[in-house]
């Protein structure tokens, strides 16, 4: 108990440093030195939680899955330990319980949220010992960082076949890698699926999406595709399908980056969060919050109010611009807010914000896999920017998408995009993860947009 | 009438995992710019209609699962009409795993031993570390400008030539082929294999036009239009000053 005290007290004390210093919002580095001092403190501090712990994974959703759980949790009145910050490696979720640990070392709080990498997944579940383990989807990110998809698979198949007696796995049945992985689980899990072709494309975008049959090895038949490679699908064989889904959402309808809404398990939900790829995370949030005993009508009406996570999906004005700020890192993610925002909102000026540092893949080859072409005809201003930008003024010269000159510095894009804008435009800026992080910067910096870990 | 200028993708489904569509989007485009009916033919398993008709074919890399997939498709069906194909002055730019499979063998950690097709003299055995970064190399093709060419590279095969095969350049940054002899990729006849990706041919135009041109000669094309390459070569310079930083520290 000592060690685990000693643990809290200077992990503690990093974070105040590290936010006193302002050097970002001290969302890993406490963990890092609190672990040094106890290996186990994770462990010690997830025990003290009043009812337990969710862990979610997958490529693409944590954050904003997170978040919803979360909110669903805190309006119901519990108290909730949630690593907010993106900081999803085992550092981060031990950082976040440290946070709300108090000084003689315990964790007071009910539940624990934690959004983690896949990768880190299987020590995760080892010591959090999680209620329920939420995984999303498994698309291809950030090859130079994991090496492949299959890898990254076979962990979390690891971690799942580990969950203890009365653990669930909550899993989304429209990901064949994921079926693959849950229909191999020794208990079986729950299953959730989107349920509404007509959201749903006929065949695969994307030759590199193709999927086959883990059993046979035949290309996988798409009836219906939802986002990326998610969807509902066959082997030609017979060997594998889509596991038929317990809880669904049905009736969906999508209404730009404003709202959505749809039926999920028999009750109309509807949220102020835009895209396909959204109303999956919204699926995911209601099954996890059935799972931790919410009733459906509380979801229901707590989900009206929702505010989406940081910098994922953020809205604010700049010299009377209307930007819209929306984090695409993959080519399945960037792929639906490309579309969301074309299609559905009617973009006409955007900002590509594309970095290449280790946060957001060093290899940014995946950007010839986005379809950069829907912006051709449509779009009006096209301003490439981030480290990488002249790269993204390649891949768009090609789309054959008019874009301005490439501009590597968060402030000279800025100022790029209001002078080829007018007032009361609105700007769709899909960025990476530090290209986002640098823009917001930016926007701090001119006095709009308070600090990240003030939000 | 226009003339046409025909891509062969082979295994666009499963050999597709870093953004191989940049290299196919280059030749068309650069194609299409200057006239030319660009035409794309997608090469999936079991299939070999129109082989004979395409200029360029392209054979990306793959993970291990699908890797194994391709190879018997690869013996029963595509060797043959690839090998007349080639004899007749197609050009084909294989990239990491198609790299390693138009070899003559891949060995394994464990000393397993999947032969290639061997239409290039290169056998590349595993390798314990994973060389993954930016590659500048310093071409030996005679007829391109820049003599630089920059990619990614993500892989941790060791290729090594034969005496038939010569590299596509030494690097200057990056670890090429092996890491031990300084070389990058290979070159035998019209057949270019390369561990470069990022996409290559985006940021490497001069490299695009040189496939091009190499497939185009027989059918009595010896000139291509010049197009305006200036959002590319800046793309390229950035890796150049990148890689001079890299030297630097």
Same mark, same amino acid.
């Given at each position: 108990?000592?060690?685990?005290? %000693?643990?809290?007290?200077?992990?503690?004390?990093?974070?105040?440093?590290?936010?006193?210093?302002?050097?970002?919002?001290?969302?890993?580095?406490?963990?890092?030195?609190?672990?040094?001092?106890?290996?186990?403190?994770?462990?010690?501090?997830?025990?003290?939680?009043?009812?337990?712990?969710?862990?979610?994974?997958?490529?693409?959703?944590?954050?904003?899955?997170?978040?919803?759980?979360?909110?669903?949790?805190?309006?119901?009145?519990?108290?909730?330990?949630?690593?907010?910050?993106?900081?999803?490696?085992?550092?981060?979720?031990?950082?976040?319980?440290?946070?709300?640990?108090?000084?003689?070392?315990?964790?007071? %709080?009910?539940?624990?949220?934690?959004?983690?990498?896949?990768?880190?997944?299987?020590?995760?579940?080892?010591?959090?010992?999680?209620?329920?383990?939420?995984?999303?989807?498994?698309?291809?990110?950030?090859?130079?960082?994991?090496?492949?998809?299959?890898?990254?698979?076979?962990?979390?198949?690891?971690?799942?076949?580990?969950?203890?007696?009365?653990?669930?796995?909550?899993?989304?049945?429209?990901?064949?890698?994921?079926?693959?992985?849950?229909?191999?689980?020794? +208990?079986?899990?729950?299953?959730?699926?989107?349920?509404?072709?007509?959201?749903?494309?006929?065949?695969?975008?994307?030759?590199?999406?193709?999927?086959?049959?883990?059993?046979?090895?035949?290309?996988?038949?798409?009836?219906?595709?939802?986002?990326?490679?998610?969807?509902?699908?066959?082997?030609?064989?017979?060997?594998?399908?889509?596991?038929?889904?317990?809880?669904?959402?049905?009736?969906?309808?999508?209404?730009?980056?404003?709202?959505?809404?749809?039926?999920?398990?028999?009750?109309?939900?509807?949220?102020?969060?835009?895209?396909?790829?959204?109303?999956?995370?919204?699926?995911?949030?209601?099954?996890?919050?059935?799972?931790?005993?919410?009733?459906?009508?509380?979801?229901?009406?707590?989900?009206?109010?929702?505010?989406?996570?940081?910098?994922?999906?953020?809205?604010?004005?700049?010299?009377?611009?209307?930007?819209?700020?929306?984090?695409?890192?993959?080519?399945?993610?960037?792929?639906?807010?490309?579309?969301?925002?074309?299609?559905?909102?009617?973009?006409?000026?955007?900002?590509?914000?594309?970095?290449?540092?280790?946060?957001?893949?060093?290899?940014?080859?995946?950007?010839?896999?986005?379809?950069?072409?829907?912006?051709?005809?449509?779009?009006?201003?096209?301003?490439? %920017?981030?480290?990488?930008?002249?790269?993204?003024?390649?891949?768009?010269?090609?789309?054959?998408?008019?874009?301005?000159?490439?501009?590597?510095?968060?402030? +000279?894009?800025?100022?790029?995009?209001?002078?080829?804008?007018?007032?009361?435009?609105?700007?769709?800026?899909?960025?990476?993860?530090?290209?986002?992080?640098?823009?917001? %910067?930016?926007?701090?910096?001119?006095?709009?947009?308070?600090?990240?870990?003030?939000? | 009438?226009?003339?046409?200028?025909?891509?062969?993708?082979?295994?666009?489904?499963?050999?597709?995992?870093?953004?191989?569509?940049?290299?196919?989007?280059?030749?068309?485009?650069?194609?299409?710019?200057?006239?030319?009916?660009?035409?794309?033919?997608?090469?999936?398993?079991?299939?070999?209609?129109?082989?004979?008709?395409?200029?360029?074919?392209?054979?990306?890399?793959?993970?291990?699962?699908?890797?194994?997939?391709?190879?018997?498709?690869?013996?029963?069906?595509?060797?043959?009409?690839?090998?007349?194909?080639?004899?007749?002055?197609?050009?084909?730019?294989?990239?990491?795993?198609?790299?390693?499979?138009?070899?003559?063998?891949?060995?394994?950690?464990?000393?397993?031993?999947?032969?290639?097709?061997?239409?290039?003299?290169?056998?590349?055995?595993?390798?314990?570390?994973?060389?993954?970064?930016?590659?500048?190399?310093?071409?030996?093709?005679?007829?391109?400008?820049?003599?630089?060419?920059?990619?990614?590279?993500?892989?941790?095969?060791?290729?090594?030539?034969?005496?038939?095969?010569?590299?596509?350049?030494?690097?200057?940054?990056?670890?090429?082929?092996?890491?031990?002899?300084?070389?990058?990729?290979?070159?035998?006849?019209?057949?270019?294999?390369?561990?470069?990706?990022?996409?290559?041919?985006?940021?490497?135009?001069?490299?695009?036009?040189?496939?091009?041109?190499?497939?185009?000669?027989?059918?009595?094309?010896?000139?291509?239009?010049?197009?305006?390459?200036?959002?590319?070569?800046?793309?390229?310079?950035?890796?150049?000053?990148?890689?001079?930083?890299?030297?630097?520290?």
């Amino acid at each position: 108990m000592i060690r685990k005290t %000693a643990a809290v007290w200077a992990g503690k004390a990093t974070g105040t440093l590290s936010r006193v210093s302002r050097r970002g919002g001290g969302t890993t580095l406490p963990g890092d030195v609190a672990r040094a001092i106890d290996p186990k403190v994770l462990s010690k501090l997830a025990a003290d939680l009043t009812r337990g712990s969710i862990v979610i994974t997958g490529t693409n959703g944590k954050t904003t899955t997170a978040r919803l759980v979360t909110w669903l949790l805190e309006g119901a009145g519990h108290r909730v330990v949630s690593n907010r910050a993106g900081a999803n490696l085992i550092f981060g979720a031990t950082a976040a319980a440290l946070d709300k640990a108090g000084l003689d070392g315990k964790l007071r %709080a009910d539940w624990g949220v934690f959004e983690i990498d896949e990768a880190s997944l299987p020590k995760a579940v080892e010591e959090i010992k999680p209620k329920a383990t939420l995984v999303l989807n498994l698309f291809r990110d950030q090859l130079d960082r994991y090496g492949e998809l299959e890898s990254i698979a076979k962990k979390i198949e690891s971690a799942l076949g580990a969950l203890p007696e009365g653990s669930t796995a909550l899993l989304n049945a429209d990901d064949p890698r994921v079926a693959e992985i849950g229909l191999g689980l020794p +208990r079986p899990p729950l299953w959730y699926g989107l349920d509404d072709t007509s959201v749903a494309a006929r065949e695969l975008p994307h030759a590199a999406d193709a999927r086959t049959c883990p059993r046979c090895g035949a290309s996988l038949h798409f009836e219906a595709v939802y986002v990326g490679h998610d969807g509902v699908y066959e082997c030609p064989n017979h060997d594998f399908a889509r596991p038929k889904p317990k809880i669904t959402a049905k009736h969906i309808k999508l209404e730009g980056f404003e709202r959505l809404s749809a039926d999920i398990d028999g009750t109309r939900i509807e949220i102020p969060l835009g895209g396909l790829y959204n109303c999956y995370n919204v699926l995911a949030a209601f099954v996890a919050g059935r799972t931790l005993g919410l009733e459906p009508t509380y979801i229901s009406e707590r989900l009206r109010a929702f505010r989406a996570a940081f910098g994922r999906q953020e809205r604010m004005e700049f010299r009377g611009r209307n930007l819209n700020l929306v984090l695409s890192k993959n080519p399945a993610g960037f792929n639906e807010t490309l579309r969301t925002a074309v299609e559905l909102a009617h973009g006409k000026n955007f900002l590509i914000g594309l970095n290449d540092r280790k946060a957001d893949g060093t290899d940014v080859s995946w950007i010839w896999d986005v379809d950069f072409e829907h912006l051709k005809g449509k779009a009006r201003t096209v301003v490439p %920017a981030g480290n990488r930008a002249h790269d993204m003024a390649v891949r768009l010269k090609y789309a054959e998408v008019e874009a301005t000159e490439p501009e590597t510095e968060a402030g +000279r894009a800025l100022d790029s995009l209001i002078k080829a804008t007018n007032e009361g435009d609105t700007v769709h800026l899909l960025c990476t993860y530090t290209a986002m992080l640098d823009l917001r %910067a930016e926007l701090v910096r001119r006095g709009w947009a308070k600090p990240y870990w003030e939000t | 009438m226009k003339k046409t200028f025909t891509v062969g993708w082979l295994y666009p489904d499963l050999m597709n995992i870093y953004g191989d569509r940049g290299n196919i989007l280059t030749l068309l485009k650069r194609a299409e710019w200057r006239g030319f009916d660009a035409k794309l033919v997608e090469l999936g398993r079991g299939t070999t209609s129109q082989m004979d008709e395409v200029d360029v074919f392209f054979f990306g890399g793959g993970q291990d699962r699908e890797q194994a997939l391709v190879y018997e498709d690869l013996l029963e069906f595509k060797q043959p009409p690839l090998e007349r194909a080639v004899s007749n002055g197609a050009v084909v730019l294989a990239v990491c795993g198609g790299y390693q499979l138009l070899g003559h063998y891949y060995l394994t950690a464990e000393g397993e031993k999947f032969p290639g097709i061997g239409m290039i003299d290169v056998k590349t055995e595993a390798g314990k570390k994973r060389f993954i970064g930016d590659v500048v190399v310093d071409s030996d093709i005679e007829t391109i400008t820049p003599k630089t060419l920059v990619g990614f590279e993500n892989h941790s095969g060791r290729t090594y030539l034969g005496p038939k095969a010569r590299p596509l350049g030494k690097t200057r940054l990056g670890h090429g082929n092996n890491g031990s002899d300084g070389m990058e990729g290979c070159l035998q006849g019209t057949v270019l294999g390369t561990y470069m990706h990022g996409s290559l041919l985006p940021k490497n135009p001069h490299l695009a036009d040189y496939l091009i041109r190499s497939a185009l000669i027989r059918r009595g094309v010896d000139e291509l239009s010049p197009l305006d390459d200036s959002v590319e070569l800046a793309a390229h310079e950035r890796i150049l000053l990148r890689a001079q930083h890299h030297q630097h520290r």
